[in-house]
């Protein structure tokens, strides 16, 4: 019955060792999100995918970095983390035809990424 | 630059009470828009949308949010509040222009439900 998956759920890595948070959807969607959502804040966009083309926002630092390798599947890297990557990590997925804006976004429970 | 202003980080109501959360929109294009709730330890869950059509709009759980262009404003409203409405809810946007899904969210804001 789920629909946007992250695994896992919770995800213990050291200061610069690198770690991957991942996510898979049921619903062939075109398009995934990842965001990162510190404590009391709003989640905020770190890059999408739309198909295959990858669209990075501005602001998304150089340490996180995105494969979609298929429809299916998407996963977020962090090459080496620091104590501010700490956060929970969204993946989520909407279906975008042209011409019609953008259906709802479905978002997976998270990844609570701590880094020690 | 666009942004979405949600009044009041913390909003505490007794049970039973009428429950509104207010969200505004900067932009002189109509966008979409959204709220989602938050349970602790866990994604967004979408409540309900606007898009176009009816400015009154009514989601799950009994929320209901109407569009207000001449105010900018999305108002979450729910006439009577259960326990287990405490969550943080996001207003969110998307200008339907950009036709890329970007959503912009609001700084969220918790609702405390008091028995």
């Known amino acids: 019955d789920a629909m946007v998956i992250q695994n896992p759920r919770y995800q213990v890595t050291q200061f610069g060792k690198p770690v991957t948070l991942s996510c898979s959807q049921t619903?062939?969607?075109?398009?995934m999100y990842w965001y990162q959502q510190k404590s009391s804040q709003a989640p905020k966009l770190l890059f999408h995918?739309?198909?295959?083309?990858?669209?990075n926002e501005a602001d998304t630092p150089d340490n996180f970095q995105s494969r979609r390798p298929n429809t299916s599947f998407c996963f977020l890297d962090i090459r080496s983390p620091g104590l501010g990557d700490a956060a929970m990590y969204l993946c989520?997925?909407?279906?975008?035809?042209?011409?019609?804006?953008?259906?709802?976004?479905?978002f997976g429970p998270g990844t609570r990424l701590l880094v020690l | 630059a666009q942004s979405v202003t949600q009044l009041g980080s913390h909003v505490s109501v007794s049970e039973g009470a009428l429950v509104l959360l207010r969200c505004n929109y900067s932009?002189?294009?109509?966008?979409?828009l959204f709220w989602y709730v938050q349970y602790p330890n866990q994604g967004l869950q979408l409540l309900l949308k606007y898009t176009t059509g009816a400015t009154l709009v009514k989601g799950i759980n009994g929320f209901e949010a109407e569009f207000k262009k001449s105010e900018t404003s999305f108002h979450l409203t729910k006439p009577s509040a259960h326990m287990s409405d405490a969550a943080e809810y996001f207003c969110?946007?998307?200008?339907?222009?950009?036709?890329?899904?970007?959503?912009?969210f609001g700084q969220g804001t918790t609702l405390q439900v008091k028995p």
């Open positions: 969110a946007v998307e200008w339907g222009s950009s036709n890329t899904g970007k959503l912009i």
């Open positions: 995918y739309y198909d295959k083309d990858f669209n």
């Open positions: 932009s002189s294009v109509p966008p979409y």
């Open positions: 989520a997925t909407s279906q975008i035809r042209q011409g019609w804006g953008q259906e709802t976004q479905y």
């Open positions: 619903l062939n969607h075109n398009v």
